[in-house]
Antibody, heavy 124, light 107 residues
Framework: EVQLVESGGGLVQPGGSLRLSCVVS????????MDWVRQAPGQGPEWIGR??????????EYAASVEGRFTISRDHSQNSLYLQMDSLKTEDTAVYHC???????????????WGQGSLVTVSS | DIHMTQSPSSLSASVGDRVTITCRAS??????LVWFQQKPGKAPKSLIY???SLQSGVPSRFSGSGSGTDFTLTISSLQPEDFATYYC?????????FGGGTKVEIK
């Protein structure tokens, strides 16, 4: 069974940093694309970044709203995906989900399984 | 960036009703569209990918159609468990973006 479990959220002041972790199980982590999506309270989801798989050298993509402030990384010995968040702003307050990407016919990647999310609150 | 516009933003319907939600992309995304269902406190769940392909395990009362810029999600006979918020999302390049959502409420 595929499982994704996020942790590391909490309250942080504007300008501060936080690192979220997503521990995965039930699949070969290195073979899959992984995404981070956040959802602010009462709002729709917002994609923030992607880590491609080993075949694509784990390259990354970011949304403009987080580019230069957030960094996605992996530790395959720990089966973990990370989201390093620096220079946090109040508008970064949201539940952050990690997602396993799945390949559909035609070769495109879409969101598969989601973790339950980790709440990040940026406030003074 | 590709902007996704959903309508309506909310609707009230009764069990058994046929419900239609529309999603418009700001530019041609071919068929690269997913529909999600989200219930309160839960992560979104994928219903349809490639605009019209039903995800495994999703009831056949859900269907999707469209191509290019205009897309539709239809629930043929609304069931009690279908009251939720629905989102469309394109995957035709970065950034991946979502529509604003349609909340389906009980009449």
């Amino acid at each position: 069974e595929v499982q994704l479990v996020e942790s590391g959220g909490g309250l942080v002041q504007p300008g501060g940093s936080l690192r979220l972790s997503c521990v995965v199980s039930g699949f070969t982590f290195s073979e899959y694309y992984m995404d981070w999506v956040r959802q602010a309270p009462g709002q729709g989801p917002e994609w923030i970044g992607r880590s491609r798989n080993r075949a694509k050298s784990y390259t990354t993509e970011y949304a403009a709203s987080v580019e230069g402030r957030f960094t996605i990384s992996r530790d395959h010995s720990q089966n973990s995906l990370y989201l390093q968040m620096d220079s946090l702003k109040t508008e970064d307050t949201a539940v952050y989900h990690c997602i396993r990407g799945v390949t559909i016919p035609g070769g495109k990647i879409v969101f598969g399984e989601w973790g339950q999310g980790s709440l990040v609150t940026v406030s003074s | 960036d590709i902007h996704m516009t959903q309508s309506p933003s909310s609707l009230s319907a009764s069990v058994g009703d046929r419900v239609t939600i529309t999603c418009r992309a700001s530019q041609d995304i071919r068929n690269k569209l997913v529909w999600f269902q989200q219930k309160p406190g839960k992560a979104p769940k994928s219903l349809i990918y490639a605009a019209s392909s039903l995800q495994s395990g999703v009831p056949s009362r859900f269907s999707g159609s469209g191509s290019g810029t205009d897309f539709t999600l239809t629930i043929s006979s609304l069931q009690p468990e279908d009251f939720a918020t629905y989102y469309c999302q394109h995957y035709n390049g970065f950034p991946l973006t979502f529509g604003g959502g349609t909340k389906v409420e009980i009449k």
